[in-house]
């Protein structure tokens, strides 16, 4: 397999004990097992990817979930939904960065391709911010259920709801850079 997806790209070290014993079985094992192990490793490659897909996706989707519920004339009902909601956001996050550092560690490419690339810690810092920025809605929104169990009718201010609704627009904002960081690092942009 060539390197025909990017520029300077690592390559993987097969097994020695198992690349001996195909070695001495001759060439046509050799092609055999290179044939195999590398279909291996795309498959590996492409169920990571779909699971950062469908993991990153969600978490876009969410946000837009909690920009469209976030307005002036929140009420009771929807605050308990937005409980859930945030929750939701919170567990597609993890799985985001799980089924994405699964791809830098597991994946095709190997964890040189990723950890000496610019665009990568670039992404990798907008999806802290993201993370950090996210910290004040899910705050706000726990206090305001906590609020509602001791007074049902005690609503949260339409100014504070705006505040809120401005910082799930950044964060909305920012996601919007991920897939175009993840589009350029996986062409080799930023690569030394
Ligand atoms: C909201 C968060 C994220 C979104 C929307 C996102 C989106 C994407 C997209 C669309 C791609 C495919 C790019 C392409 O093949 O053209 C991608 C690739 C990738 N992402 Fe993410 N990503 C997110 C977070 C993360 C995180 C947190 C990590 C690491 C911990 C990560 C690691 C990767 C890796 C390693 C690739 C593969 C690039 C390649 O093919 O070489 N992503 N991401």
Redesign the pocket.
């Given at each position: 397999m060539s390197n025909r997806w990017v520029r300077g790209a690592a390559t993987r070290q097969p097994c020695s004990t198992i690349g001996r014993v195909i070695e001495e079985a001759g060439p046509a094992a050799v092609e055999t097992a290179s044939a195999s192990s590398e279909g291996i490793a795309l498959f590996r490659d492409f169920v990571l990817?779909d699971l950062?897909?469908l993991a990153?996706f969600s978490?876009?989707a969410i946000l837009a979930v909690e920009i469209a519920l976030v307005r002036p004339g929140l009420d009771a009902a929807t605050i308990k939904r937005l409980g859930r909601i945030d929750l939701a956001f919170g567990i597609a996050a993890v799985c985001?960065?799980a089924a994405?550092?699964a791809?830098?560690v597991y994946?095709i490419?190997g964890p040189a391709?990723?950890l000496g690339n610019w665009v990568f810690w670039t992404?990798?810092a907008v999806?802290a911010l993201?993370g950090f920025l996210s910290l004040w809605p899910t705050l706000r929104i726990l206090a305001w259920k906590r609020v509602l169990k001791t007074d049902p009718e005690a609503l949260p201010a339409a100014e504070e709801i705006r505040q809120i609704r401005r910082v799930i627009h950044v964060e909305a904002t920012l996601?919007l850079l991920?897939?175009i960081l993840?589009?350029a690092?996986?062409r080799g942009y930023g690569l030394p």
């Open positions: 990817a950062h897909h990153a978490f876009v985001v960065l994405g550092s791809r830098v994946g490419k391709y990723y992404k990798m999806f993201i996601a991920m897939p993840g589009a690092m996986a």
